[in-house]
């Protein structure tokens, strides 16, 4: 039973080392878990796992190796990435409880509700979203998640009503996951890598230097001379522009979260923050609505925010390849006489460091999204989750 586990943690891609195993046979053998089945699953994690985003993976090896034969029906990885869709609780929210059935009026019946889950599961081979007949989303289905049916089984998503009989593929800790979307506390914890210390800042001299007050005090015969220097600053600019409305409606949480972890992280030297709507053009605007006339000139910021300015662009790329090539291609605002593509090529040439963050990026080259196909080629384009924001942050404070 043991063995099965350690190299099932191992397939998982828990890199779970011999010594950390024997630990762990050690601290059975001391009675450590008092034969408590909940006691040494928090003792294999505390010995085994290495980081909170690896609790979601071993939560799932545990499971299926010491509670699975008798716990839920075997649902694919692919059913629960279809159903597997955060920007739907703000519709969730939204729809109150019109959408459910009555429920005085239905006659359930617990296990005929389960044995035909068991054959839409075997009969399934797509996506479903809406509808009343597969495991989707935002449907009457009584199988899926976010939809409005009293009594069914909820699979992944988060609980809305609560008045599912089973639920199947929620993960406690699957926020934590690296490859999961963000939150508040995840992007403060990314964003702090952005730091660049300095002392070449123009301010006060208000920290002891240690250093230089022994060498002082001692050249001075031992009577205390102290010494000031100045404080190391953090001296990163941020400029922070993100695409609004649209596709990127189901993102304005998210959005708001990076927003507010931005504005939290008051360690940067200047930040700025503008809006735009599917690609640059020739206006940036100062708010998320985006209103004609409340914008500032894109060339403007070329002239007021230097080249040393870190930046992040957030959008999900979604437009069409006239919108991006096209000089007339915005039809929100003026182009300036320029396509949203040459405006990217100048923002790239004016700035030394840019990323883009995108909340649904395809994976690989999409011939169905040319134009977030030809962004990648243009600038780093990293997926907006956990591990995709590190690796821009580490791009973003690269040498090279």
Known sequence: MFTKFFYSLRESGLKVTLSEWLTLQDALNRGMCNSSLTEFYYLARMILVKSETEYDKFDMVFEANFKGAVMEPEVGKNMLKWLDKPEMNELLAETEKQWLNK???????????????????????SEHNGGSYWIGTMGKTSFGNTGGNIGGVRVGGNTGYQSAFSVI?????????????????????????????????????????????????????????????????????????????????????????????????????????YYFHNCIYSKLYNTP???????IDTEWMFRNLDSDYKVIIVGDAAMAPEELYSENGNYRGPNGGLSGWEWLNLLKHHYKKVVWLNPKMAVGRAPWREAETAIKELLPMYRLTVDGLNQAMVKLMSNK
């Open 103 to 125: 429920e005085e009026d239905m006659q359930i019946d617990k296990d005929d509700v389960e044995e035909t889950f068991k054959q839409r599961l075997k009969d399934q081979d």
């Open 169 to 273: 593929g929620a993960k406690k800790y699957r926020d934590f996951r690296d490859d999961r979307v963000m939150d508040n506390r995840q992007f403060m914890q990314a964003l702090r890598k952005l730091r660049q210390f300095s002392t070449k800042l123009d301010v006060p001299k208000t920290e002891l230097d240690i250093n230089g007050t022994i060498d002082k005090t001692c050249n001075n015969g031992g009577c205390l001379q102290i010494v000031m220097e100045k404080p190391r600053k953090n001296a990163v600019k941020l400029l922070l522009l993100m695409d609004s409305g649209g596709t990127m409606i189901p993102y304005s949480s998210l959005l708001n979260e990076l927003f507010q972890s931005v504005n939290k992280s008051n360690h940067y030297k200047d930040v700025k923050v």
């Open 289 to 295: 609505e985006c209103e004609n006339g409340d914008w």
